[in-house]
């Protein structure tokens, strides 16, 4: 047993010591550590010291993090670099010849099943089972951004700029001759030459785009409503002035006409009175 056993110092004696206090029974040894688990302990602290020092410090080594970004950027580089040299060549004639090829089409349609068709349906008409789909239709002659193969392969590359058609870049996620195979896929279903329709996207109009046409036009309609509306103003004031003088000159105006009517009626009761002063006329002579 320990000589101080307050003091926390352990016995040097061999064997198997147990400290006399007990709590909830649970027993302490009076020895020290193993000598293999300090060394361990006093190992790897040493080694938190160092490896600190090198990797936060001085920066000698590189995390997981770093790695992905370097390798992001190096893809990023490459893609760029293949879209350049792709589109030094690519052209509408070249997109169009590709549309003409079963192998260019056949991949092309694979990628747009995977990636195209749950916003243009597999048959590019827009519409699925339930109703139309978030995407405009690819089949038909009326087109957002231009239907020449290179405008479609520019709006597959850059997505819809100016819109929230919910069309991404898709330059991002497919490379550029993934690219050039989807355009080819879809201009197989168009013939060279034919009309063009340039229409507005269906998004452009709906509460909350970026477009700026539907703002305008209110301001544009209030503008003239302002300047009609004195004008039936000044029309409704001669309309009540003339009402009541009209009708209220001839009610006067017949009122005297019954007096009129009344004051020869007593003119003729005088008569007799010259009557009075003079000989009472002459009776009628028989005949």
Known sequence: MSDHP???KPTDQPGVVLREHVY?????????????????????IVFFVIYWFLYYQMGWFRSDYDRIDTK??????KRDEQLEKILATLDNDSLWA??????????????????????????????????????????????????????????ITNGSPNLASGMIPWKTQMSPTDIAKVAAFVMNHHEKGEEIIKVESKFAN?????????????????????????????NATPAPAAAPAADQTP???????????????PAKAPAPAPAEGAAPPAPPKKP
């Open 251 to 265: 009610a006067p105006a017949a009122t005297p006409k019954p007096a009129a009517d009344a004051t020869p009626a």
């Open 206 to 234: 709906m509460p909350g785009m970026p477009a700026a046409a539907p703002v305008a036009a209110p301001a544009a309609d209030q503008t003239p409503a302002p300047a009609a509306t004195p004008k039936p103003e000044a």
């Open 98 to 155: 590709m549309s003409q090829d079963p192998d260019q089409v056949k991949a092309g349609h694979e990628i747009f099943s995977g990636k195209c068709s749950p916003c243009h349906a597999e048959d590019l008409s827009a519409t699925g089972p339930a109703g139309p789909l978030p995407g405009v239709p690819l089949n038909d002659k009326e087109w957002i951004h231009g239907g020449e193969p290179m405008n479609v392969f520019n709006t």
């Open 24 to 44: 909830d029974g649970i027993e302490e040894y009076d020895q020290k550590l193993p000598n293999w688990w300090l060394f361990t302990l006093y190992i790897t």
């Open 6 to 8: 307050s003091k926390g």
């Open 72 to 77: 992001i950027a190096a893809i990023d580089q």
